[in-house]
């Protein structure tokens, strides 16, 4: 990104809620209470899958890397958001804008990657469950952890070094943190290229992953017709549910953001959508899987029993 500044130090200034001064006090306290619940929510998970061997499978070693995820984005973007929420002039210089936006691609490349390996799991697991140990085993889990991260951190990085973009206006970005299209929108260069650039690579992180997950579950439902039970239907559809509910929250609202024209966008409707899946689904994330996990709940009364 190049910018048109005669200073050494460029920076940009957030709006983010202060538009809404009336809104200021109640934004603050629900960011800071779901950031809180993020927090203790998803260390909560993490411990518990540590704690409990019974929990030391494919399906909750890879839910405690999306706790993991989750800790770290929400950490990327909520503590600075609830800082600047009292600001009289919010301001990230240009290296901290940067930085931020690259992690948080990054993190929100590799959850959509991590919901699609998660969905290709539950296939393995409920299709061939005669097989599913040795197709999921320790070493081909940890191979497509570490490559899906890998993947995450080399398309984010491919798209945030291709943007050429120049400031030479008001440096203002109406947003609550430094993101993509917010960026696009300030830029006085041509973007077009950019925003098929994020077109593109929409289509590779956010558009096949989720096509994936749909085939996946098409799978899924194919091979829980064949099971002639209803006690193993019910039991092969509830290991699904917590997964189909976080695959909904997640693509639903991300390609409702990046996969459109943004001639259509209203710069107000994406930054509250924005905080919709940057800081409730880190949050829902942990309460849908325990909710609606007896193993999870289980692990949970172990540790509440060892405490008393």
């Known amino acids: 990104m190049a910018k048109d500044n005669d200073t050494a130090e460029f920076g940009f200034f957030l ?5 809404y001064p009336e809104w200021r006090d109640t934004f603050f306290t629900m960011l800071l209470i779901t950031y809180l619940c993020t927090l203790l929510g998803n ?22 890397n999306l706790s993991f995820l989750d800790l770290c984005y929400g950490t990327a973007s909520m503590p600075q958001a609830l800082v600047h929420c009292f600001s ?17 691609l990054a993190l929100a490349t590799a959850e959509c990657l991590l919901l699609a390996v998660m969905a290709y799991d539950r296939v393995v697991a409920i299709s ?43 440096n ?9 299209l917010s960026l696009l929108k300030l830029a006085c260069s041509n973007t077009s290229v950019n925003e098929l650039m994020i077109l593109i690579t929409g289509i590779f992180t956010l558009l096949l992953p989720f ?44 390609i ?31 309460l849908i899987y325990s909710l609606r996990n007896k193993d999870v709940k289980g692990a949970m009364r172990k540790v509440m029993a060892k405490m008393a």
């Open 88 to 104: 009289i002039h919010p301001y990230l210089s240009y290296s901290q804008c940067f930085t931020q936006m690259s992690v948080s």
């Open 43 to 64: 260390g909560l998970i993490i411990f518990l899958i540590h704690f409990d061997p019974h929990l030391h499978t494919p399906m909750y070693f890879f839910l405690s």
């Open 211 to 254: 096509g994936f997950v749909l085939l996946s579950y098409v799978r899924i439902v194919a091979a829980v017709l064949r099971i002639r039970s209803s006690q193993g239907k019910f039991k092969a559809f509830s290991t699904c549910g917590s997964h189909l509910t976080v695959v909904t929250i997640f693509y639903g609202t991300t």
């Open 256 to 286: 409702s953001m990046y996969i459109k024209p943004q001639s259509k966008s209203s710069p107000d409707q994406d930054k509250f959508i924005s905080v919709f899946y940057g800081a409730l689904t880190p949050m829902l994330n942990p």
């Open 172 to 180: 203002v970005i109406n947003h609550f943190v430094c993101e993509i």
């Open 128 to 170: 061939n469950p005669l097989r599913y140990s040795m197709v999921m085993n320790g070493p081909v889990c940890l191979w497509l952890a570490v490559t899906l991260w890998g993947v995450s951190v080399v398309l984010s990085a491919m798209l945030v070094l291709s943007l050429r973009l120049r400031f030479c206006g008001a």
């Open 15 to 19: 709006i983010g809620i202060s538009n």
